[in-house]
């Protein structure tokens, strides 16, 4: 839970102050880290997947929520 709300967090920074591909970026190393602990820990699970998913979904909606807030308090917005 707490990676989670570390890339949730971190997910909402990067939408706040970045564009989109960092995002992308950021979801790739996401996925190789996980798959490197998976190689060396030889734990490939459903359950491990699943967390994997969380922590992919984490940090997208971190994302999503920065983006929003800084489309939301930008100063040039249309009404």
Do not use: C, N
């Not at 992308?24 to 490939?44: D, H, M, P, Y």
């Not at 699943?50 to 979904?57: D, P, S």
């Amino acid at each position: 839970m707490l990676i989670a709300l570390i890339l949730f967090v971190g997910g909402g920074l990067i939408g706040f102050y970045s564009h989109v591909l960092i995002a992308f970026g950021l979801s790739a190393l996401v996925l190789l880290l996980s798959a490197t602990v998976w190689v060396i820990r030889a734990e490939v699970s459903v359950v491990g997947v699943l967390v994997f998913f969380a922590h992919l979904t984490a940090l997208q909606a971190g994302y999503l929520v920065g983006a929003y807030l800084r489309m939301r308090a930008s100063p040039d917005k249309e009404k």
